[in-house]
């Protein structure tokens, strides 16, 4: 009897063990979560750096101790590490969908960040952080939204008078972490400078322009001269428009300067614009943009117009 029980009992630290080595969700997973971060050997103010991170590095984490994570990296460097710098699987893997969503839409505009830049998984200040991009950082971006925030103050409740909520605007932008990895998320919108074309800067004192397009090249003596198609608003931030005025600007080779080939404001346009630019070697110069607008009674207007050397024509469909 004796003997049976021990082997029950070996049977039942061997079927254990083997449950703890197989189980799926045995070892927990986490990712890095800033450009950087350091492994260390241990936690005390006397320490070594084992290894060094980058956004987007899988961890296993074998213990959780306050503000610090016991972590093994995937070439078996075990150590600690802050937790700030870390994310869940569940949110590396919206950020990963994120990502695929944005790779089909095409670029509007381009930016530099004007300082530290939270990266967000949707837009506002409430949305999950997933990255900051450092200041200087160039990004594409590609699509934009409003949400609001609103600031608490002191005695706002003693009153019971809410603040009003700010409309702001947010840019899901596309970036580079560290050399290779890339970042894709919403930012704050005034955070970004705009890197426009020449041309543009010209013109952006009267139009903040928010999307642009080179549509054709005119060739002159001393090379191309791009034609452009700029998309703007006037305003401040936080409107429901995406744009509310189309200009396209063209080189007058005459008097060798720019000129505004083509205007039409009072829009409430979406983005994105869909742009087909002239082809190689075309001497007409032909091209065409799209883009959807708010009607008459608020319901989508589809609208669609051709370039033809330096004349911009609105295509009509009955």
């Known amino acids: ?22 189980r799926g969700g045995a070892v927990e997973h986490a990712y890095v979560i800033t450009p950087k971060a350091a492994v260390w050997s241990r936690l005390a103010v006397v320490r070594e750096p084992l290894a060094e991170l980058q956004y987007g590095e899988r961890l296993d984490v074998l213990e959780r101790r306050t503000e610090h994570a016991h972590v093994r990296t995937k070439d078996g460097v075990t150590g600690w590490i802050e937790l700030r710098h870390l994310m869940p699987p569940e949110t590396w893997q919206r ?49 934009r ?35 290779t990895r890339e970042v894709t998320g919403w930012v704050l919108g005034r955070f970004l400078a705009p890197d426009y074309p020449q041309v543009l800067r010209d013109y952006a004192g009267v139009n903040r322009f928010v999307a642009w397009f080179r549509l054709a ?39 060798a300067r720019y000129e505004t080939a083509f205007v039409e404001s009072n829009l409430c346009g979406k983005l994105p614009l869909r742009v087909s630019p002239a082809a190689q070697g075309d001497a007409q110069g032909r091209a065409s943009f799209a883009f959807t607008a708010a009607g008459r009674r608020g319901e989508d207007e589809p609208r669609e117009y051709t370039l033809r050397q330096n004349i911009v024509r609105r295509v009509r469909k009955n």
């Open 145 to 179: 939204r409003v949400a609001e925030w609103t600031q608490a103050r002191a005695g706002d409740d003693e009153d019971g008078a809410a603040p009003p909520a700010r409309k702001e605007d947010w840019l899901l932008v596309r970036g580079v972490a560290g050399d």
């Open 217 to 255: 090249d005119s060739q002159t003596e001393d090379g191309p001269r791009p034609t452009w198609l700029a998309a703007g608003v006037s305003g401040p931030e936080g409107q429901a428009c995406d744009f509310t005025l189309l200009r396209v600007y063209t080189w007058n080779a005459k008097r």
């Open 1 to 22: 009897m004796r003997k049976a029980f021990l082997g029950i009992g070996v049977v039942a630290v061997a079927a254990a063990g083997l449950w703890l080595a197989t």
């Open 95 to 143: 950020a990963a969908a994120l990502r695929d969503e944005a790779a089909k839409l095409a670029v509007q505009a381009s930016g530099t960040t004007k300082v530290r830049t939270n990266v967000r998984l949707e837009p506002g200040r409430a949305g999950t952080q997933i990255f900051q991009f450092l200041a200087d950082t160039k990004v594409e971006i590609v699509a």
